[in-house]
């Protein structure tokens, strides 16, 4: 999905009554001119490597209950098996399903509904599941939960996993918690170049140059802001490639320091 989310000043309520102004200046077209809204990209990211294909993410998903954002709710939709197979692959073919974080917008086709009830998407993989977002959607049993995790644990096919842990000798999870009680990014390494998926450490670039601002869906926005800092300094030390997972398309750049904050530079302009 790509589109108009919600109002800029509403998703950074720390940020000041400019903050439209400010997104828009640096990361041009962000800013849905009609509405004023952030236009959000919902992505997932499809790792290839030389032992696993591995899905980072798996975005609203079909026929979900998420009454407080109508665009989500009970979707029906063929972009992101069109998209799939547009790579060459198969559900069969997905080996590992990497959860960041258990929100709506990045479970969604963990499971889909069949017979009138919800199986797991990709029959063949493993799901990694961060432990302490699973104990807190476990604890409240959350339509996410019922619907997009526990099939999935039913199954036998979920881990859940602690920060650190590491899928082969390619994927590392990063700690990154704050817009979740058990949110981690995800660091990539292959010979000696590196990249990062961000999850929702970040929202929006801009945050590079302003880590302080707190997004709305953050837990905890003052764990969110050390765990962002954090991420920015590892990106920055390792000059690595960056995937933003909300950042505007193609979401793909990297992170440089810049006096006592950070500088984002799309992929196109390195």
């Avoid at 926005?221 to 300094?233: F, G, I, M, Y």
Wanted: net charge negative; glycine share 6%.
């Amino acid at each position: 999905m790509h589109g108009p989310f919600m109002p800029a000043e509403e998703l950074f309520p720390s940020a000041g009554p400019d903050v439209a102004h400010i997104i828009e200046a640096h990361a041009p077209g962000s800013i849905c001119q009609a509405s004023g809204r952030l236009i959000l990209p919902i992505q997932g990211f499809l790792l290839i490597t030389p032992t696993h294909h591995i899905l980072v993410d798996s975005c609203v998903g079909n026929d979900k209950t998420v009454p407080a954002f109508p665009d989500w709710h009970q979707r029906s939709d063929k972009r992101f098996m069109a998209s799939l197979q547009s790579a060459g692959l198969s559900v069969e073919d997905i080996d590992y399903v990497l959860c960041t974080h258990l929100h709506t917008d990045h479970v969604g086709w963990n499971t889909r509904l069949e017979d009138g009830r919800w199986v797991p998407t990709f029959p063949n993989a493993r799901y990694l599941i961060p432990a302490a977002d699973e104990a807190f959607h476990e604890e409240r049993k959350t339509d996410l939960y019922v619907e997009s995790v526990l099939p999935v644990i039913e199954a036998g096919q979920a881990e859940i996993v602690q920060p650190g842990h590491m899928l082969g000798d390619h994927v590392a999870l990063i700690p990154t918690p704050g817009h979740t009680p058990g949110h981690v990014s995800v660091r990539i390494r292959s010979g000696d170049r590196e990249a990062i998926i961000t999850g929702d450490a970040m929202h929006s670039s801009v945050q590079c140059r302003h880590p302080e601002w707190h997004f709305k869906f953050d837990a905890d926005p003052e764990k969110a802001v050390t765990s962002r800092r954090h991420l920015l300094q590892t990106a920055s030390e390792a000059a690595c490639l960056v995937l933003g997972s909300h950042f505007s398309l193609p979401s793909l750049g990297r992170i440089s320091a810049d006096q006592d904050t950070f500088r984002w530079t799309d992929f196109a302009d390195l």
